[in-house]
Structure formats: structure tokens, C-alpha cells
């Protein structure tokens, strides 16, 4: 709970902070960032090293309860831990769906008693996810919801995702969509184009994402809520995110690693560690999203972490389960694929989720949890699936050589994760 974080380069892009600095930490706060000339403290030598905010995954799936045998609170806290995110937003498609305070609370106390990351929970917007009712919004907020989603349901009832958009006003929550017109996505696997021709399989059309955005920024603007985008993948979105920040709206959007990382080429072999949902794009696709990180049109990368057990992924294709895991390779592959600069990086990560979510922001000034992410950009180092911490294994990514890595994390001033060269 005590600790000196010295000779660290210091960035926090919500204070304007960006030089060589030492990071003084008292009872698990941040107490003063400058020079630490004390010495009752013990000494985490941070040299060569970036010291950033806790960086906050804002789309996770944990999967407890109901679904423990893929993953846990526990193991995803310590996933989460290990690629350097010292927070994360849980999605609300458990068993049952976090639809109500009982399930919320649940999910704070289980969070509290066994996981290193802090979790905040994201609520159901309708009553077990169905999309005809609103679920108990209000009675969440209060038991410690950041946020409501359906998941990767999406309300396809514009009137009640229009009422949902005006009951989180009240909160100042965001309303997280997973954008999906599934009349015209029914029954795809992966996107649909040339790839998707040759192996046989249905596609799902890039239009079947850009339609429901189109309909959601419509109500965005028409009720003023705060809408966000969760797990973004063609090009129109970003143009069409791009255009709504332009007149003003307060709509944010995510992307992930791998629709940054990966095309439809990677579902060539019938990979079922490619299958997601949206699924992999075009290489034209990847390369607006890729625009739009960097000139601000996306607010952050989140890792839509998706565990699922072996037998689950070993299924056929066409019945295989949407979703990889990501936690432990998020940071590492946005290091090695998008060469930002450092203080864009700590935005998409850490300041830019934490103003996404309905939490209380914390960052290098005196009084704040002192929750730090140190990054090592130039540690080269290999992903190797079976060492993960979590209880499941489906990444398309073992086996990648990477450059750059989260090297510890600091949660309430303790060393919760280390992994130094």
C-alpha cells in the first residue's frame, strides 16, 4: 500500500503530464508525483520504463456467474492483471443475465473477494436480455453498475433502445450497443465477401453493422444520450462516427485488437480461434479503423475478452461459439501494430475508457487510488497461450512475436502483476 515508483516516465494525458518523474504512493493513494527524495518507502525502480494510469478494459466478458468452467472473476482479474489492465467493465451476459441489483451485487462482492483488477459491472438494458422490456436500470445504478448493454444482443426495437437512451440520461451512463441489424446478419459466421465465397460459409455483411448505427446515431441525436459503440469494425461506422462527433453528438466508440490486427483471411483454414462476432473485415476495413484511432475518431481499445472452453471452439464452424480471449495480448498487440504516439496510447487505454464509463476517474494526482500500468516498449517477447492466466484458450494470436508489454501492475498501490526482463 506504500511504494515508490522512481525514475519512471511519468504520463497522463487528463493532467498534461509527460516527463521523467518519481511517484510517491501512501496508503494505497497517489500522494505526490515529482521528486521522491524519501526513503521509508520501498522502491519500485520504474527506469526506462512508462508510468500511465490504470489502464481500463471497457469490454470484458468474466462469464461468472453461470459459466465458470470458462472463466471466473478470479481468472479474469488475474488475466486482466497480467496484460496490464488495472480495471475492468464486465458485460452482463452471465447465467443469469445481470439484469437486476441482486446479480450486480453479486458480481461487486465476488470482485472484491477474489480478483487483483477492480471490476465494474455493466447492466442488462432489457429484462434477461431479450430486447422487449427494460430491465431494473435504476436499482443497478444504485448496486454499482458503469454502464448498460445487451451485449451482443442487439435492441432491435427502436423505440425502447430510444427510452433506454433517455432513462441513462438520468444517470449519465453510457447505453453500450453491440451493432447488429440481424435480419441481415441471420445465420452468418463471418463477414461476408470474397473469403466467405470461397470456404462456403454465410457471411455477415458489413451492412448489417453500419445500419444500426446509422439508426442508433438517429436517436442519439434525437435524445441526446450518451450512446457508445462497442467493438467497431468497418469502414462506414468509423465515417459515420466520425461525422456525428463533428455535429456535436456524444457518441464514443471502441475497437478491438484483433479487427485491428486481422482480416478475413485469418478464417481461411476454418480457424474457429478466428470466429467473432463482428466478425474479421476486409484489409480495407482494417485500415480505417486503424485512421480512426489515430486521428481521434475511436475513444478506446478494448479487448471484448470472450473465453470459452476447448470443446466449445473444437465444434465445426458454422456451430463453433463467436469470441476469443484477450486480455493478456490487447496492450502488447496495439504496441507492436499501431506505433502511436505514447500519450494517444494512454488515452485509448486508460483517460478515454475512464470517460466512456459512469466511474469516478482516477490518474497521477494527489488523492487518487493509486492504480499505474509501467509499460516496457521495447521488451520482445512471445504469446504463448498455455501460460495464460485464464481458464480458456481460444486466441488466434499464440504463438506471435511481440514488441512492447505491460512489465506491472499497481492496483491501491500494490504490485499485483510483475513480469520484468
Same mark, same amino acid.
Given at each position: 500500500?506504500?511504494? #515508490? ?12 503530464i509527460d516527463r521523467i518523474a518519481d511517484v510517491i504512493i501512501r496508503d494505497g493513494m497517489i500522494h505526490s508525483v515529482g521528486d521522491g527524495s524519501v526513503s521509508d518507502l520501498p522502491v519500485f525502480d520504474a527506469s526506462g520504463l512508462i508510468v500511465a494510469p490504470g489502464f481500463f478494459d471497457i469490454h470484458v466478458h468474466l462469464r461468472e456467474p453461470g459459466t465458470e468452467e470458462a472463466e471466473t472473476i478470479a481468472t479474469g482479474g488475474n488475466a486482466a492483471v497480467a496484460g496490464g489492465f488495472t480495471a475492468v467493465a464486465?458485460?452482463?451476459?452471465? %447465467? ?11 458480481? /461487486? ?19 434477461? !436480455? ?20 445487451? *451485449? ?6 427502436? !423505440? ?17 450497443? &453491440?451493432?447488429?441489424? /440481424? ?31 446509422? $439508426? ?14 462497442? &467493438? ?5 461506422? =468509423?465515417?459515420?462516427? $466520425?461525422?456525428? %462527433?463533428? $455535429? ?46 489515430? *486521428? ?7 479487448? *471484448?475478452?470472450?473465453?470459452? &472452453? /476447448? ?6 464452424? *458454422? ?11 490487447? =496492450? ?21 475508457? !475512464?470517460? =466512456? ?14 492504480? #499505474?500500468?509501467? #509499460? ?10 498455455? !501460460? ?12 506471435? &512475436?511481440?514488441?512492447?508489454?505491460? /512489465? ?7 504490485? =499485483? ?5
Amino acid at each position: 500500500m506504500n511504494l #515508490l515508483v522512481k525514475n519512471g516516465r511519468v504520463v497522463d494525458p487528463a493532467l498534461n503530464i509527460d516527463r521523467i518523474a518519481d511517484v510517491i504512493i501512501r496508503d494505497g493513494m497517489i500522494h505526490s508525483v515529482g521528486d521522491g527524495s524519501v526513503s521509508d518507502l520501498p522502491v519500485f525502480d520504474a527506469s526506462g520504463l512508462i508510468v500511465a494510469p490504470g489502464f481500463f478494459d471497457i469490454h470484458v466478458h468474466l462469464r461468472e456467474p453461470g459459466t465458470e468452467e470458462a472463466e471466473t472473476i478470479a481468472t479474469g482479474g488475474n488475466a486482466a492483471v497480467a496484460g496490464g489492465f488495472t480495471a475492468v467493465a464486465a458485460m452482463p451476459n452471465t %447465467k443469469p443475465p445481470n439484469d437486476n441489483p441482486s446479480i450486480t451485487h453479486y458480481i /461487486v462482492a465476488e470482485a472484491r473477494r477474489s480478483s487483483p483488477a477492480r471490476v465494474f459491472p455493466i447492466g442488462a438494458i432489457t429484462k434477461e !436480455q431479450k430486447g422487449e422490456t427494460l430491465a431494473e436500470i435504476g436499482e443497478m445504478f444504485e448496486a454499482g453498475i458503469v454502464g448498460i448493454s445487451d *451485449d451482443g444482443k442487439p435492441v432491435m426495437n427502436a !423505440q425502447l433502445f430510444r427510452r433506454a437512451l433517455e432513462y441513462a440520461l438520468t444517470f449519465d451512463m453510457p447505453v453500450i450497443q &453491440h451493432c447488429e441489424d /440481424v435480419d441481415l446478419s441471420k445465420g452468418g459466421v463471418m463477414h461476408e465477401g470474397m473469403y466467405s465465397t470461397r470456404l462456403g460459409l454465410k457471411g455477415i455483411p458489413a451492412a448489417a453493422e453500419e445500419a444500426m448505427v446509422s $439508426r442508433d446515431l438517429i436517436l442519439a441525436h434525437m435524445t441526446r444520450g450518451k450512446y457508445h459503440i462497442a &467493438h467497431l469494425s468497418t469502414g462506414r461506422a =468509423v465515417d459515420m462516427v $466520425r461525422e456525428a %462527433k463533428a $455535429r456535436g453528438l456524444r457518441v464514443s466508440a471502441e475497437v478491438t485488437p484483433h479487427h485491428f490486427t486481422l482480416t478475413d483471411a485469418a478464417v481461411a483454414d476454418y480457424d474457429t480461434n478466428a470466429k467473432m462476432n463482428p466478425p474479421l473485415r476486409s484489409a480495407d476495413d482494417v485500415a480505417a479503423l486503424i485512421e480512426g484511432i489515430k *486521428d481521434g475518431t475511436i475513444d478506446a481499445i478494448a479487448s *471484448d475478452h470472450a473465453p470459452h &472452453h /476447448v470443446n466449445l471452439k473444437m465444434l465445426e464452424f *458454422d456451430r463453433a461459439p463467436f469470441g476469443i480471449t484477450g486480455l493478456e495480448t490487447a =496492450v502488447a498487440l496495439a504496441l507492436t501494430r499501431l506505433q502511436l504516439p505514447v500519450r494517444r496510447f494512454v488515452e485509448l487505454f486508460s483517460t478515454n475508457p !475512464q470517460k =466512456v464509463m459512469k466511474v469516478k476517474p482516477w490518474g497521477l494526482f494527489n488523492g487518487s487510488p493509486a492504480d #499505474l500500468t509501467v #509499460l516496457d516498449l521495447k521488451r520482445n517477447w512471445t504469446f504463448e497461450v498455455n !501460460q495464460s492466466r485464464s481458464l480458456s484458450r481460444n486466441s488466434p494470436f499464440h504463438g506471435w &512475436h511481440l514488441t512492447g508489454k505491460a /512489465v506491472a501492475t499497481i492496483v491501491g498501490g500494490k504490485v =499485483v502483476y510483475e513480469d520484468r526482463a
